[in-house]
């Protein structure tokens, strides 16, 4: 496994805990400790640096410049570090996630080893935003032939591997994190008349669109009084917004920073709506769990994808322009009559379940070790 340390990583990878397999995992970031989550994995860490010195964070902040040149010397070859630890344990397969974190580092010596089979995860906006940077298109374009086999979180980026050069095996459609706990999630639940919360994922950044969906909000806020707005996961640049508009003096919204997932799943179930909103994205995790948490989701649709889960109306709304706050001010008022009605399926959540989900995926990899 060739990935950076995060959370769904270490959620995917758990998949394969008691199956039989032996697994490594090169952490490409090559900065990490020990993750005890997956303490049953053979773990490559720690070896960016070839000396850790005293008091090199506050050289990093203090003369980032100065710093960013010593690196330079400092700093081990991903490449190299990557083809002796292939020569190390011999492994059957690699699979990367991310290709411009995970693929791109290592794409010379996978060019090497010609035969040996290297399974490629795109994650979110992986292909579908990068594809528009001529600088990652190349390396898009050099990987992807390369690649032998292929997870996506979503159809649309099988099209764009084609488009590309992938001409492996396509191994499925699954959520980058794998699937969900449903028993875990059930005592956060609350009964769908007790729910008050709307939801609001509250990332800005390079694709995030919060900020035009508090836009909406605040055109509608008489007609949203009844409710608690809640914004979470907001970054400096929603919280500058929030800080100089005039939703702060609500009494009924609240704005949070980065929070536990947990923290996030109790959210979850006592939200009657989920807003989530970007310019790019495959399949958005945050808004599976909603679907498998009984939220009724308004979510933006990039390329389509979020389209192969919501059927409009049915079991939530798309945002098709993610900076159109009309539209957004209009789905949010549509949202709050349909949500108030909503019955889930079991059919909505039950192929997201997490055991599911598992056995398909080693099967698949299963599968590849026996061809």
């Known amino acids: 496994m060739v990935s950076i340390p995060s959370l769904h990583f270490f959620r995917w990878v758990s998949q394969l805990e008691d199956s039989g397999h032996e697994v490594f995992w090169f952490d490409v970031s090559g900065m990490s400790g020990r993750i005890e989550r997956i303490s049953w994995v053979s773990q490559k860490l720690n070896w960016k640096l070839k000396w850790n010195y005293p ?22 070859h991903t490449a190299e570090v990557f083809e002796k630890y292939i ?47 001529s600088k990652y298109l190349n390396d898009i374009k050099r990987v992807l032939p390369r690649i032998n086999y292929l997870f996506t979180d979503c159809k649309r980026d099988f099209e764009i591997a084609k488009k590309y050069g992938f ?12 699937g969900f706990d449903l028993e875990e999630m059930k005592p956060y639940k609350m009964p769908l008349e007790e729910r008050k919360i709307i939801l609001i994922k509250g990332f800005q950044g390079r694709s995030g669109r919060a900020i035009p969906v508090l836009k909406a909000v605040a055109l ?29 003096e609500q009494s009924n919204f609240e704005i949070q920073g980065k929070i536990t997932h947990t923290e996030v799943l109790k959210l979850m179930g006592k939200s009657l709506l989920y807003i989530g909103n970007s310019n790019s994205d495959g399949i958005p995790n945050t808004m599976l769990e909603a679907v498998c948490m009984d939220v009724f989701p308004i979510q933006s649709n990039p390329g389509g994808a979020t389209a192969e889960i919501i059927s409009p109306e049915e079991n939530g709304l798309l945002i098709e ?51």
């Open 220 to 248: 509608i806020k008489e007609s949203l009084s009844a409710y608690q707005i809640i914004v979470f996961g907001a970054d400096i640049e929603t919280f500058q917004y929030v800080d100089h508009s005039t939703l702060k």
């Open 167 to 178: 001409d492996g095996d396509f191994l499925g459609v699954f959520p980058g994190g794998g």
């Open 321 to 371: 322009d993610c900076d159109d706050i009309d539209e957004i001010k209009n789905l949010i008022l549509k949202g709050v009559m349909l949500a108030s009605k909503y019955k889930s399926n079991d059919k909505n959540y039950i192929a997201l379940e997490y055991s599911y989900l598992k056995d398909k995926v080693v099967e698949r990899y299963n599968q590849l070790l026996l061809n």
């Open 87 to 133: 020569e190390e344990i011999k492994p059957d397969l690699v699979h990367s996630f991310a290709l411009y974190l995970s693929c791109t580092p290592i794409i010379s010596v996978m060019e090497k080893y010609k035969n040996l089979k290297w399974i490629y995860s795109s994650w979110g906006s992986d292909l579908f935003y990068f594809q528009n940077e």
């Open 55 to 76: 008091g090199r964070t506050f050289f990093k902040n203090k003369f980032p410049l100065l710093y960013k040149n010593v690196q330079k010397i400092n700093e081990n």
